[in-house]
């Protein structure tokens, strides 16, 4: 599927961006590149791939997130960021109420 001009033109009007007709141009063709590579990578036979390897000293091996245990820690200057809350009510950041209960 190729990007044209006209589809270019709608994603900036989108991101309300204002682009000029050569940025269009440039743009469109970057888009139609990126698809062509996208396009490379999905040709190529992944069947025997592991989903997440790690190429390092030793060669390829599977990894799994580290964890480490959740534990609160205090912040060493509350006053630091508390200063910069514009309202606070009871040492906690006042915000506006978001949600109508009555809702």
């Known amino acids: 599927m190729a990007v044209t001009k006209k589809d270019t033109e709608y ?8 682009l000029s007709e050569e940025e269009k141009e440039l743009f469109t063709g970057q888009l139609n590149d990126i698809l062509g590579y996208i396009d490379a ?10 989903p997440a390897v ?37 040492n906690m950041f006042r915000v506006p109420k978001i949600l109508d209960p009555e809702e």
């Open 54 to 90: 790690f190429y390092g000293p030793g060669g390829a091996k599977a990894f799994s997130t580290p964890m480490r245990e959740d534990a609160a820690v205090p912040f060493k200057e509350p006053k630091k960021i508390l200063g910069a809350a514009p309202r606070l009510e009871d």
């Open 41 to 50: 990578i999905n040709s190529v036979d992944t069947k025997d791939v592991l």
């Open 11 to 18: 994603a900036a009007s989108l991101a309300r961006l204002g």
